[in-house]
């Protein structure tokens, strides 16, 4: 019986002793990187012979572990639950760390620079966190070591029942050890959720630095889109500039300025000062633009208006002089022997005069009543184009004597016009117009040869017919100076360099605002 006693003691003194000595080179492998030794083999013992696996703990009471959690079981990879979700403090966290490795069959491995535990993460990333020596003896203290060299003392006195608590108290050492991982687990709890309310916190901080960043970075794109948008506008200033130039020199020279011009240039003007003066893209610029982009067309087509009233002192002057020849020629064709046979057609020609200087003195009315733009369509329409009809009927009666000399002109004029179409109709130009005039002026032709070989002439019929085919010719030849780019003579009347180049600049400006 003695004997007996004295092997429980004995085997309980290695064991505690072998347990102890584990303890100590665990820490000083951690310490130094490398992995611990394994407990020496026992010749069987409590503990199963010669197995390196760890003890089975037997579970602990409810409550031992700092509530209804429990511990982890040695070698699962769940994640853990309750307490065990949160990520504990150092101190705690790194003794609940070295109970662990050592349960867990004494493999300790590094865990990575983050330290603490997330909700999810196995229990080998709780169990592997390295500690200085101090931390490691302070886990020892707390699995109970304390208890058992109190329970061995206990043994050494006692008798046998001493001996068969020996081995409880050691596993009840090892369950007050879980107990105090459980408090620990507890704290780690509480520390997690500070910390996950710190963390947090972080990361709010860094949401902030992020929409930081993404803010700087949309005022950089719109200091961009501003910088663009001035250097797109330039063609617009350009023109604005023109057409004010335009309307400074209409003033000295008192010719009145419709209003809502006035208005169109204020609107446009202070838009562009606008977008000029801007820093950033606000709500102020974007209502510029909008105006700019509205009335833009609008200056584009007041362009040509205010260059027709620009050249209204010079068209007038035109008109006058215009007047004067065709009365002069009229005159001279009065008086001539070939056209006294014909008094009807004469006076048709001068009907056509009398028109054209009414029309004369019509837009001097209109211009002295302040409407320039109307007195600018009167000149156009009753003198310009007016004369030009009045010369075809001057050019028809001098030429009614001559038939055969005005039918040879013509077909050489169908020629050369049919020679141009082909030619223009080669660079993959429209000539439809074209062709079209040329058939008329065929027939037309067609219609005088008739009356000629008719013999009995009709004066009043041959006169229309030629009248009518001179108009065709002049709309042909006009179609020719339209496909070779150039404007018809009526139209230089009316054109202005200025107001060319300021409608350019506009057009290329608002077409190119379109485009962005």
Not at 20 to 36: D, H, I, M, N, R
Not at 194 to 222: K, N
Request: glycine content about 16%; aromatic content about 6%; proline content about 6%.
């Amino acid at each position: 019986m003695y004997l007996l006693r004295l092997r429980s003691v004995g085997i309980v003194v290695v064991l505690s002793t072998a347990f102890v000595f584990s303890c100590v080179a665990l820490a000083f492998a951690q310490e130094g990187g490398a992995p611990p030794p394994p407990p020496p083999p026992s010749g069987g013992g409590d503990f199963g012979g010669g197995s390196h696996q760890p003890p089975m703990m037997p579970p602990p009471p409810q409550g031992s572990f700092g509530g209804d959690h429990m511990p982890p079981p040695p070698g699962s990879s769940g994640g853990y639950q309750g307490g065990y979700q949160q990520r504990p403090p150092e101190g705690n966290y790194q003794q609940g760390g070295q109970q662990g490795g050592q349960q867990g069959g004494y493999q300790q491995r590094p865990m990575p620079p983050q330290g603490g535990m997330m909700r999810g993460g196995s229990e080998q990333g709780m169990y592997n966190q390295k500690g200085s020596p101090q931390e490691m003896m302070k886990g020892q203290e707390m699995m109970g070591g304390k208890e058992q060299m109190m329970r061995q003392k206990e043994m050494m006195r006692g008798g046998s029942q001493q001996s068969g608590g020996s081995r409880g108290g050691s596993e009840g050492g090892m369950m007050r050890g879980g107990g105090d991982f459980g408090g620990d687990s507890g704290s780690g709890s509480q520390y997690g959720h500070e910390g996950g309310g710190g963390f947090g916190g972080e990361s709010g901080g860094y949401g902030g630095d992020e929409g930081d960043d993404f803010e700087a970075r949309e005022a950089e794109m719109q200091k961009r889109q501003l910088t663009e948008m001035k250097r797109n506008l330039r063609g617009m200033e350009q023109g604005l500039k023109m057409i004010k130039q335009m309307i400074d020199k209409l003033a000295k020279q008192n010719v009145p300025i419709p209003s809502e011009y006035m208005t169109l240039v204020s609107d446009l003007t202070q838009a562009l000062g606008v977008v000029k003066g801007a820093t950033e893209m606000t709500d102020d610029v974007q209502s510029a633009m909008e105006v700019i982009m509205e009335r833009g067309e609008e200056l584009r087509d007041v362009g040509p208006r205010l260059g027709a009233l620009a050249q209204w002192p010079m068209t007038l002057k035109q008109a006058d002089s215009q007047v004067k020849r065709l009365t002069t020629q009229f005159a001279r064709i009065k008086k001539s022997k070939t056209t006294a046979a014909y008094p009807e057609l004469v006076a048709k020609v001068e009907a056509s005069v009398g028109v054209v200087s009414g029309a004369l003195a019509q837009a001097k009315s209109e211009a002295s009543g302040g409407d320039i733009e109307t007195a600018m369509e009167t000149l156009r329409d009753g003198v310009f184009e007016g004369s030009q009809d009045a010369y075809d009927s001057m050019r028809v009666l001098e030429n009614i004597s001559n038939l055969s000399r005005v039918v040879k002109q013509a077909e050489k004029e169908i020629a050369r016009y049919e020679k141009e179409a082909t030619r223009y109709e080669k660079q993959q130009k429209d000539v439809s117009a074209l062709r079209g005039l040329i058939a008329d002026m065929k027939r037309k032709l067609a219609e005088v040869k008739g009356v000629m070989s008719s013999g009995d002439v009709d004066h009043d019929d041959l006169f229309e017919v030629m009248s009518s085919a001179e108009n065709i010719r002049n709309d042909a030849e006009a179609e020719l100076q339209h496909l070779r780019g150039k404007p018809s003579s009526v139209e230089q009347q009316f054109q202005s360099g200025t107001a060319e180049r300021a409608g350019a600049a506009i057009g290329k400006s608002i077409q190119t605002l379109k485009k962005k």
